[in-house]
């Protein structure tokens, strides 16, 4: 992936700076209101997204092989129940201050990815699943951040302003990409960038239709391939 560490920073700092505005729109009705995830609040998604940058407080240099975004991407997929369980235990835990949580939570992550970011210019870590370069690490941290950003979004549609950033958006669309072609031998491109996510996180039910509004053969002589079984990535 060319996006480098400290443009991946920017973008994370950016985008949580975005989505923390965002919720300041939200009530109580808001946050105890069903969430577009299946069998999730809102006030778990929440709490959620501050687990999402507590990864980042917790992580520590390691001196293992670190796994690619791929191999990462595929390791989260097994941990679903988990990540629900622990969302509703979160839930509960902070829903007498939710924001004030998750500033806590942003100021401890991006406090110690400084000193991470000290310790060289991408150093392996050890996440909670695995080790991972420092710059897949905030990749996963920025694609969380976008994709429950866009499921916020949907799930109340009636709070004003955009969540996810557009140069957020493009940076995680061709990490995903990227994943997606390291698992097959496609030439793809993005054709819409907020479908493709949407499609690679499994946010979009996996159709012809939905593959061709979201990526196409990057040589028009080529047609679109069947993606059954390469999707979802996450």
Not at 120 to 129: C, H, I, N, W, Y
Not at 154 to 172: F, K, M, Q, T
Not at 189 to 217: D, I, K
Request: with cysteine; charged share 25%.
């Amino acid at each position: 992936m060319g996006t480098d560490v400290a443009t991946t920073d920017r973008l994370l700092r950016a985008q949580w700076l975005r989505l923390r505005e965002w919720l300041v729109e939200l009530d109580d009705d808001a946050t105890a209101a069903p969430s577009v995830l299946p069998g999730w609040t809102v006030a778990e998604l929440v709490a959620h997204v501050g687990r999402v940058m507590n990864a980042l407080a917790v992580a520590q240099p390691d001196d293992g092989d670190a796994l690619s975004l791929g191999q990462y991407l595929r390791l989260a997929t097994q941990q679903a129940d988990r990540v629900d369980a622990t969302a509703r235990r979160l839930a509960q835990e902070i829903v007498d201050d939710p924001l004030g949580a998750l500033d806590r939570e942003a100021e401890d992550a991006f406090a110690h990815l400084h000193d991470l970011r000290g310790m060289g210019p991408d150093v392996v870590v050890r996440a909670r699943m695995a080790p991972i370069r420092l710059s897949d690490l905030l990749l996963t941290r920025l694609l969380e951040l976008v994709v429950h950003g866009d499921d916020l979004d949907r799930s109340l549609p009636a709070v004003p302003g955009d969540i996810v950033l557009d140069e957020a958006l493009e940076v995680v669309s061709a990490a995903l990409l990227e994943v997606l072609t390291g698992r097959g031998a496609w030439d793809l491109e993005v054709v819409e960038p907020r479908a493709w996510v949407r499609l690679a996180c499994g946010r979009t039910p996996l159709s012809a239709e939905a593959v061709g509004a979201a990526v196409r053969p990057r040589h028009t002589s080529d047609s679109t391939p069947d993606l059954t079984g390469a999707l979802p990535l996450l």
